[in-house]
């Protein structure tokens, strides 16, 4: 399958700074590119829709001004924290797709966790 | 509201043991039906589900979709330790702008 390379896997900061996410299509171009968010044993919640060269759809309850995505190329896309505070811990994973295609391939995830 | 859910949520059973897991999906504009299993990290993929009636087949795994009662099931047959995970069920829509993914089962398969 398509391979899909989410970085960092985990990170630690403190309250009030900022966190990059990186999410590239390693070998595959991902028109769409979807960010989801799980906390501990509960399922995948969709953040926001992004699609190469237009601005996140975000769905409803997500602050776009907090959780800034930028999917410049049709291989990455980013997802910043901004101002992150303890209650933004939680993993957040990202995944692609190609053009009129169905299946989701998913990075490995990032674990945050905001002292 | 577009909506899809798991059942059961939780599940323990022990080793050789068959299980069914099931998705229904409310869901405007569906075009097909996902599976995966998450483990610790990234969820992998088991099936792709687009037309009723046709058994999807991977080893001890199987699916079937059903498009007029609006759900789909997850077969493990002969269960081992290495099963035990979180099966996700997901839908994908006619506009592929959305996946929606139900709560997910975890199965817990015990020696």
């Known amino acids: 399958g398509a391979v899909v390379s989410q970085h960092p896997s985990w990170v630690i900061c403190k309250s009030g700074t900022s966190v990059k996410i990186e999410c590239r299509s390693l070998d595959f171009q991902a028109t769409t590119m979807f960010w989801y968010r799980q906390f501990p044993k509960q399922s995948l919640m969709l953040m926001a829709t992004?699609?190469?060269?237009?601005?996140?759809?975000?769905e409803q309850g997500v602050e776009k001004d907090k959780f800034l995505i930028n999917h410049a190329s049709l291989t990455l896309s980013t997802l910043t924290v901004t101002s992150a505070h303890p209650e933004d811990s939680s993993f957040y994973i990202c995944s692609a797709r190609g053009s009129h295609n169905e299946k989701l391939f998913f990075g490995s995830g990032t674990q945050l966790s905001v002292l | 509201e577009d909506k899809v859910v798991q059942s059961p949520l939780s599940l323990v059973v022990h080793e050789g043991d068959t299980v069914t897991l099931n998705c229904s999906y409310e869901v405007t504009n569906f075009r097909s039906l996902l599976w995966y299993k998450q483990e610790k990290k990234a969820p992998t993929f088991l099936f792709m589900l687009t037309s009723s009636g046709i058994e999807k087949k991977s080893g001890r795994l199987s699916s079937i979709l059903d498009k007029k009662e609006l759900f789909s099931i997850l077969n493990i047959t002969a269960t081992q330790t290495g099963d035990s995970a979180v099966y996700l069920c997901a839908v994908v829509k006619t506009s592929y702008d959305k996946v929606i993914f139900g709560p997910g089962t975890s199965l817990s398969v015990i020696p």
């Open positions: 992004s699609n190469e060269g237009s601005k996140a759809t975000y």
